[in-house]
T-cell receptor, first 112, second 114 residues
Framework: KQEVTQIPAALSVPEGENLVLNCSFTDSAIYNLQWFRQDPGKGLTSLLLIQSSQREQTSGRLNASLDKSSGRSTLYIAASQPGDSATYLCAVRAGANSKLTFGKGITLSVRP | KAGVTQTPRYLIKTRGQQVTLSCSPISGHRSVSWYQQTPGQGLQFLFEYFSETQRNKGNFPGRFSGRQFSNSRSEMNVSTLELGDSALYLC?????????????FGQGTRLTVV
């Protein structure tokens, strides 16, 4: 059974800092991995999708990497801003027809 | 292109009642999935529909059911509501063309059972 872990559960950093959010999963046989952002009381916003054959994806100040063999993904946020404050969730899909399995998320607070 | 639309946004129901939630996927998306989000359990998968057929089902009791219509819109029904069903219910759609499974979520329906 796939399990996804995100540690720590919460993180507070000063504005301008570069930061890395970690995601680990127990079964390396995945189809893809997706990072999401969730603002309080809202739905999930897709940030980046990495296919199992890819090593990384970039979008603006965000860069996500994937190391299937070690069961890890990282989301790198460059030059963090207060507007980046939200909960960041990673989710893995075991196969093309499979559900998404989510981690519990990391709640990020960027202090001005 | 309009995003995933969920209605209603908020619902308050009494224990024992039933409720129907609606999800309109992004135009052209064929797969619709439902998730329940609670502070304690996080996001848990309920079910997925593809071309009007349930393709996957999570580990929820039979009180939770769903369906998908020919226009890909989906509904989720919960019967005999319990206090523990209070949660944010999220719907996600995926294109599924060319193997594209990227999930796009709606704003959710906040269900409170009293």
């Amino acid at each position: 059974k796939q399990e996804v872990t995100q540690i720590p559960a919460a993180l507070s950093v000063p504005e301008g800092e570069n930061l890395v959010l970690n995601c680990s999963f127990t079964d390396s046989a995945i189809y893809n991995l997706q990072w999401f952002r969730q603002d309080p009381g809202k739905g999930l916003t897709s940030l980046l999708l990495i296919q199992s054959s890819q090593r990384e994806q970039t979008s603006g100040r965000l860069n996500a990497s994937l190391d299937k063999s070690s069961g890890r993904s990282t989301l790198y946020i460059a030059a963090s801003q207060p507007g980046d404050s939200a909960t960041y969730l990673c989710a893995v899909r075991a196969g093309a027809n499979s559900k998404l399995t989510f981690g519990k998320g990391i709640t990020l607070s960027v202090r001005p | 292109k309009a995003g995933v639309t969920q209605t209603p946004r908020y619902l308050i129901k009494t224990r024992g009642q039933q409720v129907t939630l609606s999800c309109s996927p992004i135009s052209g998306h064929r797969s619709v999935s439902w998730y329940q989000q609670t502070p304690g359990q996080g996001l848990q998968f309920l079910f997925e529909y593809f071309s009007e057929t349930q393709r996957n089902k999570g580990n929820f009791p039979g009180r939770f059911s769903g369906r998908q219509f020919s226009n890909s819109r989906s509904e989720m029904n919960v019967s005999t509501l319990e206090l523990g069903d209070s949660a944010l219910y999220l719907c996600a759609s995926s294109p599924w063309t060319g193997g594209n499974t990227e999930a796009f979520f709606g704003q959710g329906t906040r269900l409170t059972v009293v």
